[in-house]
């Protein structure tokens, strides 16, 4: 009798883990619920750990935003000269061109499987399923985002889902950089045509419309020859272990 009630219950908890599994009508409403319950517990260990940077050491970290707030003012005079002299030129070629790139601050939940580095769940309001999104670390390509049953998902460089258009080099050799499951990612079909060197650096083309072009991926490490195409190895800026919050370009222009 024990056995059969084991066997029984063996048999229901492995349907219902391959119906959760297998099943995306089942797995949206829990992973938007395991996301809330997430988001939850992640707003509240913020709010301790404000609390406890605020009382402990306020003196220390007012010094330190003061600090960063003179650098940040001083940049954003720059690029407001910058871009006052770059409306100036458009104004003076009678150009319709309109630069207006829009970037929003994203947290990091959690990752969407164990042992799995390159697959994290976002938080990110506004968010478009039909839409791939440029992602940034620190100033650097991470990676894209993406939509997974409706909800925010970015697939760092490391995955080999991972794909963007890049350019190479002093040349500006076209070419497509995906990941490997892997630390270093590939540039492939480069025209063979077009000169590259170790130590190139590689860069974002903006062709895709997913990022703004000139954005920093990596260096070029090895380069191979294969089908009328050169592929690069390149060693990429990004990497973090555990990545608390990125950057989302939300519109190229």
């Known amino acids: 009798m024990n056995k059969q009630r084991l066997t029984l219950a063996l048999f229901l908890i492995l349907s219902v883990g391959g119906a959760l599994y297998f099943s995306p009508f089942l797995q949206s409403p829990l992973i938007h619920l395991s996301q809330n319950i997430k988001i939850v517990y992640l707003d509240q260990i913020a709010g301790i750990q404000n609390a406890f940077t605020k009382h402990l050491n306020q003196a220390e970290t007012i010094s330190e935003l003061q600090e960063k707030n003179r650098y940040y003012e001083r940049e954003l005079l720059t690029l407001h000269q910058v871009a006052d002299e770059y409306a100036n030129l458009l104004r003076e070629a009678n150009s319709s061109l309109k630069t207006i790139p829009s970037v929003v601050l994203v947290r990091t939940i959690s990752y969407i499987r164990m042992g799995d580095p390159h697959k994290l769940w976002l938080e990110m309001e506004d968010f478009d399923p039909a839409r791939v999104y440029g992602l940034l670390y620190r100033g650097y390509v991470a990676g894209i985002v ?3 049953n409706r909800a925010p998902m970015a697939l760092l460089n490391g995955d ?3 794909s963007y258009a890049v350019s190479v080099g002093s040349s500006s050799a076209p070419g497509i950089v995906r990941g490997n499951n892997e630390r270093r990612l590939i540039v492939e079909f480069i025209p063979t045509w077009i000169p590259i ?3 190139d650096e590689v860069v974002t083309s903006g062709l895709d419309k997913i990022f703004l072009s000139g954005l920093k991926v990596g260096k070029v ?3 191979s020859k294969a089908s009328g195409y ?4 390149i060693e990429p800026y990004f990497y973090a272990k555990n990545p608390a919050y990125f950057h989302v370009i939300t519109r190229v222009r």
């Open 146 to 148: 993406v939509s997974n």
């Open 160 to 162: 080999i889902k991972s």
């Open 197 to 199: 060197s170790v130590g």
């Open 221 to 223: 490490i090895s380069i």
């Open 230 to 233: 050169q592929s690069a190895i």
